[in-house]
């Protein structure tokens, strides 16, 4: 697990979860919480490709904080989970 991205809108964590040992493929994905909807997603496959990739090409001209919440917020709009404090 890694955070990262932490603004006032949005957690960003990664997951890698490395094969089993019947040598299975290695799975993982991002969690995405939106800190003022209270939800969160899970992204995974290709999805979470299509977002690292979105993000990588965004990083590439150094945006603002903003630029990164606007890109985060297309793929919370597909969130459906609450977020729960144990």
Same mark, same amino acid.
């Given at each position: 697990?890694? !955070?990262?991205?932490? $603004?006032? $809108?949005? /957690? /960003? /964590?990664?997951?890698?979860? @490395?094969?089993?040992?019947?040598? *299975? @493929? #290695?799975?993982? *994905?991002? +969690? =995405?919480?939106?800190? &003022? %909807?209270?939800?969160? =997603?899970?992204?995974?496959?290709? !999805? %979470? +490709?299509? &977002?690292? %990739? *979105?993000?990588? #090409? !965004?990083?590439?001209?150094?945006?603002?904080?903003? +630029? &990164?919440?606007?890109? =985060?917020?297309? &793929?919370?709009?597909?969130? #459906? #989970? @609450? /977020?729960?404090?144990?």
């Amino acid at each position: 697990m890694e !955070l990262l991205y932490h $603004s006032d $809108s949005f /957690v /960003v /964590v990664r997951f890698d979860v @490395p094969a089993d040992l019947s040598g *299975g @493929p #290695q799975r993982g *994905g991002y +969690e =995405i919480v939106d800190k &003022f %909807a209270r939800k969160e =997603i899970f992204l995974e496959g290709l !999805l %979470a +490709e299509s &977002f690292k %990739a *979105g993000v990588e #090409q !965004l990083a590439e001209q150094e945006p603002s904080i903003e +630029e &990164f919440d606007d890109y =985060i917020s297309r &793929f919370t709009a597909l969130a #459906q #989970q @609450p /977020v729960a404090m144990h």
